[in-house]
């Protein structure tokens, strides 16, 4: 990461386009989902999930959630992440609209599809899910995770 933790966070979101997502059941048994993601802010977090995945029906019992973002292709030495603490729920209602604007926007760039309400309202089988941090940690090449303010 450069000298600057931020920077390097920030860098480290923007450069990829998954986030695992960590989630738990009601009995508190552990899942860890691979997402494709959008984000606003480095604070809102979003992704689109059947609501009959895993993940999703975990969200519905508790919504605390944990998230790392991380390049999978560097050499141990060179690793670099951002953990995060969120809440995160299914949007509906106005936060539905902003949401999706986001989301939509980098799928777009990313080459994929626009996705409008329809794409994630009944009768479809998506629904817009967003995480919001709570706290943010970074882990540098060869050192120890610090926590970094990216609001």
Known sequence: MS??????????I????????????ET???????????HSGYRD???????????????ATRP?????????QVAPSGAEAVYISAQA????????DAGIEVFSKASVADGLPAYSLD????????RLYRAVASEHFAL????????VDLT
């Open 3 to 12: 000298p600057d933790p931020i920077a390097a966070a920030r860098a480290v």
């Open 14 to 25: 923007d450069s990829n386009s998954y986030l695992t997502l960590g989630t738990a059941d």
């Open 28 to 38: 508190g048994r552990p899942w860890v989902s691979p997402v494709w993601f959008a």
């Open 45 to 59: 977090f979003f992704w689109v999930s059947s609501p009959e995945a895993q993940h999703s029906r975990n969200l």
């Open 64 to 72: 605390e959630v944990s998230i790392v973002i991380f390049d999978s």
């Open 89 to 96: 729920e299914e949007l509906s209602g106005d936060v539905l």
């Open 119 to 126: 794409d994630v309202q009944e009768p479809a089988g998506l």
């Open 140 to 147: 540098a090449q060869g050192s120890r995770r610090s926590a």
